[in-house]
């Protein structure tokens, strides 16, 4: 399994500005996973970020509102830009494990937004 | 289109008192079925992975079963820590590698 840490774990922020979150995977993968979780929601797949390629962004999620870099194989950040009370989540960093495609998730940063 | 259901959405279960959790799915592509536990404030954890019907997994308490339409997650005789939410997750092969997740069952074992 892949260990996925990632920061903040935690924070909130002011309407109209930026935060980014960073995730760093133990191990070098060839697709990362960004996901949003709203409040007693399930999970939404925001982007599929590739290593040295545009990210993947899927419909509702477009690319001024969620920047994402993956700049090698074991690191990613997702921003989250203009921020308003709507966009108060959890996002989720995760990829896919070696063996039989399992997602492994990161323990999520709770965004916060007032 | 891609679906997947849970049900019920919520669950109380006395100490000991078995269950099954539901999770119905129609996809144009199965690639795999995975089930998760999640608990407050963190990640999703990984459980298991089903990939054609009559498949079975077990570890511990939890035994997942997998049929054509739907996967079922047996809890026996369930302790206060299996509390938790349970998500099911299917990986479809229908033009873009994508998981759907379902809205998950929030389980909850009374000691």
């Known amino acids: 399994s892949a260990v996925i840490s990632q920061k903040p774990s935690r924070d909130i922020c002011q309407r109209g500005t930026s935060l980014t979150i960073q995730c760093q995977v133990d191990s070098q993968v060839t697709m990362m996973f960004w996901y949003r979780q709203q409040p007693g929601q399930s999970l939404t797949l925001i982007a599929t970020a590739n290593q040295g390629s545009e990210a993947t962004y899927e419909s509702g999620f477009v690319i001024d509102k969620f920047p994402i870099s993956r700049p090698n194989l074991t690191f990613s950040t997702l921003t989250v830009s203009n921020m308003s009370p709507e966009d108060s989540s959890i996002y989720l960093c995760?990829?896919?494990?070696?063996?039989?495609?399992?997602?492994?998730f990161g323990e999520g940063s709770r965004l916060t937004v007032l | 289109e891609d679906q997947v259901t849970q049900s019920p959405e919520a669950l109380r279960l006395q100490e000991g008192e078995s269950s099954s959790l539901n999770c119905s799915y129609t996809v144009s592509g199965l690639r795999g079925l995975f089930w998760y536990r999640q608990d407050p404030g963190k990640g999703p954890e990984f459980l298991f992975t089903l990939y054609s019907a009559g498949e079975e997994k077990e570890k511990e308490r939890l035994k997942a079963t997998l049929t054509k339409k739907e996967s079922f997650l047996h809890i026996t005789a369930p302790k206060p820590e299996d509390s938790a939410t349970y998500l099911c997750a299917v990986h479809v092969t229908s033009g873009t590698y994508k998981y759907i997740f379902g809205t998950g069952t929030r389980l909850k074992v009374l000691a």
């Open positions: 995760s990829v896919e494990g070696h063996v039989g495609g399992e997602l492994f």
